[in-house]
């Protein structure tokens, strides 16, 4: 029970770092991360954090790395190659939604003064996680032959990102169910040769 | 000759203030825009400025709308579609390469504080001159039968900005030709049902 004991888990004082280091991140600003800050919000002694990390860049890339979803095709070749891309778009759009996203678009959009860091969000959370929403799904029903591999090129790999990006960068909203629906079927199905 | 004169000519004023609004926006960003900072910096007095402008967000504006650019299709009907459209995104790169595209992007990216503006922006600047890239020449070959009308969504409409906006995230650098071509190869034509 909270309070009944003097020490956290092991686990719970990662979960409360990797908490404390978004919420930092998206208050002050990457360019007033500290050490101190992300102790302190945690809750934890700052000799602790550096047990386990040695810079604040260090604790943001963990957190950015546990809390990025892995999307993965329905387990059996269904054919359902449609439901899979919008399933895909779902976990992008409530990926988005976390503090964790804004975290990463905050890294993102100063990646001038913070490149190597911008340059490890690609490397160490999206790439190992299937590189592009969309990406896990369309090269699964490649090699089930549903899909010619050869037009699996990186642009068409990224029409879906893409078009949610771009969608929410227009509205100032996630898109719905329906423009999802669109995307998939109005311009990933034509790049990859499924018409409707 | 500059100095021989006491007066600048309408047309040199305001596109002084013009340069002005856009480099004062980017350098101290939409929450310190005021009319001393443009006047001072455009090298005019405050009182001429008001003479033509209530508000710094109304010179932003005009300022905006008067270098974005108009994508146009070619002039006959030579079914250059394809050439079109990367002309069209080749139009879109040079412009996100101005200082006016920065600052865009600066109140874009600040929408919450400032919706109304971010609302005009749209309306009055990127609506008029054709919505989006690629959309004045897609709904051109609309027009001439070599694209069924039907296929031309807002989705579809919107696949070259997308895409070329994610790659210049994505790679912290504008696309290039190549990139532009295959924009337009794998994604734009396919969904348009012009396939390769």
């Known amino acids: 029970m909270p309070g009944t004991r003097g020490r956290r888990s092991d686990a719970e004082v990662v979960a409360a770092v990797h908490t404390a280091v978004v919420e930092e991140v998206i208050d002050v600003g990457m360019g007033k991360l500290t050490m101190d800050g992300i102790a302190q919000r945690a809750g934890i ?9 040695d810079t604040p860049q260090a604790i943001l890339l963990d957190a950015l790395e546990a809390e990025f979803p892995q999307e993965s095709p329905t387990a059996a070749p269904t054919g359902e190659l449609r439901g899979d891309l919008v399933e895909a778009l779902r976990l ?3 990926w988005l939604a976390t503090p964790t996203a804004r975290a990463t678009g ?14 490890s969000i690609y490397t160490r959370v999206f790439e190992p996680k299937g590189g592009r929403f969309t990406g896990t799904v369309l090269r699964h029903y490649a090699d089930t032959g549903d899909i010619d ?7 068409v790999l990224d029409i ?5 990006l771009k969608c929410s960068l227009d509205s100032g909203a996630l ?10 079927d109005q311009a990933i ?7 409707r």
Chains 1, 2 share one sequence.
Do not use: C, F, N
């Not at 591999?149 to 642009?155: I, R």
């Open 149 to 155: 591999p050869a037009l699996l090129t990186p642009v």
């Open 106 to 119: 905050a890294i993102l959009a100063e990646r001038e003064r913070y490149p190597e860091l911008a340059e």
């Open 175 to 184: 898109p719905g169910e329906q423009t999802l629906t669109d995307i998939v």
């Open 92 to 94: 992008m759009v409530t």
């Open 45 to 53: 002694a700052k000799t602790s954090l550096y047990r386990r990390w």
């Open 189 to 195: 199905l034509p790049a990859v040769g499924h018409r």
């Open 160 to 164: 879906g990102e893409a078009l949610v």
